[in-house]
C-alpha cells in the first residue's frame, strides 16, 4: 500500500523532531536536577553534552547500516535504544547513570533524523523531496520553541522524570508507526534479502 505524502511529512516530522525535544523538553528541569542528584551544574550540563556527542557519533553509523540493512529494520532497532534509555534515564538515581543513559538516548534519537532523510529519498524525485522536506522543516520548526515550555509545566507539576516520560511515549508512538505503517523503502536491501 502506498503511503500517503501527509502521513510521510507528518511521519517524517515526527522522526526529525526526536532529537531536539529529547534535549529541550527537559533543559527547565536541569537546576531541579541538581538538587535531586545533589550534584553541580556541570555534571548535569554533562548530559546534554554526552548526547549529543552520541548523536552525532552515530551520524556515520546509520546511513551504512540502513543502507545495507534496510531503512525499516534499522529505524526499529534506533528507537527500540532510544525507548529503553528514555525509561533508564528517568528511573536513574544517580547522576553518573543518567550520563551513561543520555549517551544511548543519543544514539536512539539520531535514527530518526538520518533515516527519515533516506526515506524522504527512496520515496520522492529531487524536486518532490525538496517539497517535502521544506514541509518536513516547517513542522519541526516549533519543537525547539515547544519543548522547553512543555517541559517546564511538566517539571513544575510532576518533576523531571515526567519530561523522560512524555519523550518515552513519543519514542514508543513513532515504534508502532514504523512497526505497523512503514514498508522497508529501500529496494536495494530488499534485493540483498532475496
Known amino acids: 500500500m502506498p503511503l500517503h505524502p501527509a502521513f510521510v511529512i507528518a511521519f517524517i516530522a515526527g522522526l526529525m523532531a526526536s532529537g531536539h525535544i529529547s534535549t529541550n523538553i ?6 531541579a536536577m541538581v538538587e535531586f542528584f545533589d550534584t553541580d551544574s556541570a555534571s548535569v550540563w554533562m548530559t546534554i553534552s554526552v548526547y549529543l556527542l552520541a548523536f552525532a557519533f552515530a551520524q556515520l553509523v546509520y546511513g551504512p547500516l540502513s543502507d545495507r540493512f ?4 534499522v529505524l526499529m532497532y534506533g528507537l527500540v535504544v532510544y525507548v529503553i534509555a528514555t525509561v533508564a534515564g528517568a528511573m536513574s538515581t544517580s547522576i ?21 532523510r533516506a526515506i524522504v529519498r527512496d520515496l520522492f524525485g529531487r524536486e518532490e523531496a525538496v517539497k517535502v522536506m521544506a514541509y518536513v522543516g516547517i513542522a519541526i520548526g516549533t519543537a525547539p520553541a ?12 510532576y518533576g523531571w522524570q515526567a519530561s523522560f516520560a512524555v519523550i518515552a511515549l513519543f519514542g514508543v508512538v ?9 514498508p522497508e523503502t529501500n529496494v536495494h536491501a530488499r534485493r540483498n534479502r532475496e
Open 70 to 73: 534496510g531503512r525499516r529494520k
Open 174 to 182: 513513532m515504534l508502532l508507526l514504523t512497526w505497523s505503517r512503514l
Open 146 to 157: 515547544m519543548a522547553p515550555v512543555l517541559g517546564g509545566y511538566l517539571e513544575d507539576w
Open 26 to 31: 527537559y533543559s527547565p528541569s536541569l537546576p
Open 96 to 116: 553518573e547513570a543518567l550520563i551513561v543513559t543520555r549517551a544511548f538516548q543519543g544514539i536512539g534519537a539520531c535514527a530518526g533524523p538520518v533515516i527519515g
